[in-house]
Nanobody, 124 residues
């Protein structure tokens, strides 16, 4: 069992930055791959980024275009998503998730545990 809690969201102007954190509890965090997803109003939840259990492998959605960086600190049971050069279209609720597969995963169906989500709002 993994319990996930996101933090670090908020309101930022276009071009600004935020760092999202996802704190995990549970003994399986260090062996789990982690992912970030987002869901805008009226849209489906979409993949943003994923990182392997070791942190050595990452995978990003095409729209990220080097603006976002996923990382993890297994000693702190935390995964991060650095958001740079934010655009109004990045406005969404951001979710972190844990997968027992251990490798970067895109599909929501392969994630076992989800956080409650955190709002990111980018003003123009």
């Amino acid at each position: 069992q993994v319990h996930l809690v996101e933090s670090g969201g908020g309101l930022v102007q276009a071009g600004g930055s935020l760092r999202l954190s996802c704190a995990a509890s549970g003994r399986t965090f260090s062996s789990s791959s982690m992912g970030w997803f987002r869901q805008a109003p009226g849209k489906e939840r979409e993949f943003v980024a994923s990182i392997s259990w070791s942190g050595e492998r990452t995978y990003y959605a095409a729209f990220v275009k080097s603006r976002f960086t996923i990382s993890r600190d297994n000693a702190k049971n935390t995964v991060y998503l650095q958001l740079n050069s934010l655009k109004p279209e990045d406005t969404a609720v951001y979710y972190c998730a844990a997968s027992g597969l251990g490798r970067p995963v895109v599909s929501t169906l392969r994630y076992d545990f989800w956080g409650q989500g955190i709002q990111v709002t980018v003003s123009s």
